[in-house]
């Protein structure tokens, strides 16, 4: 499967550059980018589609923004700029915001970027044809309107405080009407994107290639080319690694960071994300749709020890759905590990002798998933709990987890593409949401999460947005593991990556001394 290529500009903030290694700096060297070459990249995950409507999860992301990219992303200092938009006007109302497009800019084909894209784009979400998995990006927009061929205007149905952030994530970059129209749900064969990148050759499930695009309108890509491997197994892509098959691996496993630290010309980079990695329940299953069975698994679940075993400490604790590295996310505590209580609780539920739940865990798509999943196993089989593991391949978990009536418990892990919490506590936690895999369902919720998109001010903001987060954590719909720090190797001739906190990697500056 193939690696999350990333957006070409995000939160430069808290990109770390991967010149660097875990301990500082490589010595400076005076030499200059050098020209050509291929960046061989071994990733955990294959795309599940080229296509950025259909983007769900952030392997699939980090190509995709690599091919495509928003009308808008934010600064190293967190402000907004202008990515296919040179500059924009609010109306006084704070309902229509008019954008000015980048000149000269051409998509994968040669189509020109207008008006006219940029509404095709959101219109094509936005349609009941598309099926699209993330329309919920375009909730609070009424309507887009070519002004003339270089000005677009976008109005929304009401204040909408978080919009700017909302146009950065990948759901909303612009694609070519002509690809679009041409391919409609065959799109990812050819995508049209703007990116500094064009798709070369994709093997699904194996490899792809993605290429230099010679009329990018920015700065044009060092690299001739970058090599995408699919390798599930993390020690396969850490041995890659250090016998020189791979130039950079992603998600390497902690208890391998010491050794390859130790390598000669191998550096490791860790990096603090926006992920969070939980066990979920599906509260309209049995025996999950007992709040005192949810409760129970959270209390039998020891997340310090997950933290410090599993994951040989690096991550970092907590309990709230959301990072508080996340502008705007309080800070929870973990659940308290309780087992006696735990099995209290079951047998009040009526389960005094245990109970039997299939877990499903991925292999490959975050670091020691399928570990923590056994961890997790052995945990609540201390409190009558028997866990029956489940490991299916990652596209055929994503599509179980999108029937949403599959699956009673998983592990998985929920990123922040846009650096805003408005955009995955709408699909998380909202009962109509996307990826709110578990059915959870709160009136309550759904009310405060419209409320804070209407909240101008930021204070007044985040005190809405802890009123979402407490509830989440006090009705029990998951545990909360760890929020996820990033781990990826590199060889010592790999310069101008950035790993960003949103988890893309940004390869467009990327060159091999």
Not at 65 to 84: C, F, N, R, S
Not at 182 to 208: C, R, V
Not at 263 to 282: C, D, L, S
Not at 378 to 388: D, E, M, P
């Amino acid at each position: 499967m193939l690696s999350h290529l990333a957006r070409r500009h995000f939160l430069r903030l808290f990109a770390v550059t991967l010149g660097l290694s875990a301990a500082g700096p490589m010595p400076a060297t005076a030499q200059a980018p050098k020209q050509g070459g291929t960046l061989r990249y071994a990733t955990g995950t294959d795309a599940q589609t080229l296509d950025p409507q259909f983007v769900t999860d952030i392997p699939t992301a980090r190509i995709v923004m690599q091919l495509h990219e928003t009308l808008v992303y934010p600064d190293e200092k967190g402000e907004i700029k202008g990515a296919l938009a040179e500059s924009w006007t609010v109306s006084d109302d704070k309902l229509t915001w008019t954008f000015k497009l980048r000149n000269g800019v051409k998509f994968h084909g040669g189509a020109p970027l207008n008006a006219s894209a940029v509404k095709f784009t959101f219109d094509r979400i936005n349609a009941d044809a598309t099926k699209s998995p993330r329309r919920s990006s375009t909730a609070a927009i009424e309507s887009v309107t070519a002004v003339d061929d270089m000005t677009v205007a976008i109005k929304t149905k009401s204040v909408f405080a978080p919009l700017l952030a909302q146009l950065s994530a990948y759901n909303l970059a612009i694609i070519s009407p002509n690809a679009g129209k041409a391919l409609n749900n065959d799109y990812s064969k050819a995508p049209a994107g703007t990116g500094p990148f064009k798709l070369g050759s994709w093997t699904p499930g194996e490899k792809m290639t993605l290429v230099r695009n010679p009329d990018y309108w920015g700065e044009k890509t060092k690299l001739d080319s970058i090599e995408i491997a699919v390798v599930p197994e993390d020690s396969a892509r850490v041995l890659m690694l250090l016998a020189g098959q791979a130039d950079m691996i992603s998600n390497v496993p902690p208890v391998m960071v010491n050794r390859l630290r130790g390598a000669p010309n191998v550096q490791v980079i860790e990096k603090t994300g926006f992920r969070t990695i939980y066990a979920g329940m599906n509260v309209t299953m049995k025996p999950f749709d007992n709040p005192k069975v949810r409760q129970a698994v959270a209390l039998a679940i020891d997340t310090k020890a997950l933290l410090e075993g599993v994951m040989n400490k690096i991550g970092t604790a907590g309990g709230g759905l959301e990072s508080p590295v996340i502008p705007g996310a309080t800070e929870f505590p973990p659940y308290p590990y309780d087992p006696a209580k735990a099995k209290a609780l079951l047998a009040e539920a009526g389960y005094p002798n245990g109970l039997t739940v299939d877990f499903y865990v991925p292999t490959g798509r975050y670091i020691n998933d399928r570990q923590l999943g056994e961890a997790i196993q052995a945990q609540l089989a201390k409190v009558g709990i028997k866990v029956n593991l489940q490991t299916p391949e990652w596209g055929a978990y994503q599509a179980m987890l999108n029937d949403k009536t599959k699956i009673p418990f998983f592990l998985l892990g929920k990123g922040s593409p846009t650096g805003d919490l408005d955009f995955t506590l709408a699909i998380t936690t909202q009962s109509k949401g996307s990826g709110n895999y578990g059915n959870y369902n709160n009136p309550e919720v759904d009310k405060l999460i419209l409320e804070q998109r209407s909240t101008v001010d930021p204070a007044a903001r985040k005190e809405v947005l802890r009123k979402v987060l407490q509830h989440t954590y006090d009705d029990y719909p998951w545990v909360v593991l760890f929020y996820e720090n990033q781990l990826f190797g590199q060889k010592a001739n790999v310069r101008g990556v950035e790993v960003l906190p949103n988890e893309n990697v940004v390869f467009a500056r990327a060159w091999l001394q």
